[in-house]
């Protein structure tokens, strides 16, 4: 028991009396910050599955029903061929199935299932594209007179002149350049008609 009393006993004590101390204060410590860290872990779930659910809402807001089977097919394809107008989505030369359907907040098989079935739509997502391109492009040579075949077809989405030409031909029996002439032919006639 006099050991204890002896100043090197008496610091010895005290050193393991203060490191006890110590780690139960870490203990403590470590206890809150394990309780902050299960409330934090808590509130970013919270917040993640907030703002999914607002993700969500935001996409049914912009798409009246995103399931196919909640809508008519006809009017998702009205839906669907209104919003590829209205964000001339077919005019991006690198636009695929995955894209379009990620903007528009489909899947990708919703969107082959309901073109496979519409009664106006090409049955394939790539004829889809290339039939809006085309109507685009004959807009454009219509309305764009002092624009180039090639810038028509830039801005129609297509890369190649000789494909949009092979295409244009294909679908229409005749050029670019020969509908072209054509529409401002009938236009003068029309003209000429009402003089």
């Known amino acids: 028991m006099t050991a204890i009393f002896t100043p090197v006993g008496f610091l010895v004590t005290m050193v393991i009396v203060a490191l006890l101390l110590s780690l139960l204060v870490m203990l403590r410590i470590s206890s809150k910050v394990a309780d ?11 917040l993640e599955l907030s703002a999914q659910h607002h993700e969500q809402t935001a996409a049914d807001e912009q798409q009246p029903n995103s399931s196919s089977s ?3 097919n006809h009017d998702l ?8 107008d209205e964000q001339r989505l077919y005019c991006q030369t690198d636009i695929d199935l995955k894209t379009t359907a990620q903007i528009l907040g489909m899947t990708q098989r919703s969107i082959i299932q309901m073109l496979k079935t519409a009664i106006d ?13 085309l109507s685009y492009a004959r807009k454009l040579l219509e309305d764009k007179q002092n624009w180039t075949i090639e810038a028509v077809a830039r801005e129609s989405g297509i890369k190649s002149d ?3 030409r092979r295409l244009f031909r294909k679908h229409y029996g005749m050029s670019p350049s020969e509908y072209r002439e054509r529409k401002r032919h009938d236009a003068l006639t029309v003209v000429q008609s009402a003089s």
């Open 36 to 46: 902050n860290n299960a409330i934090l872990t808590e509130r970013i779930t919270s």
């Open 70 to 72: 909640d809508m008519p």
């Open 77 to 84: 394809f009205e839906w669907f061929d209104g919003q590829m």
């Open 121 to 133: 739509a090409p049955p394939t997502f790539t004829e889809y594209i290339t039939w809006k391109r």
């Open 162 to 164: 000789a494909t949009f």
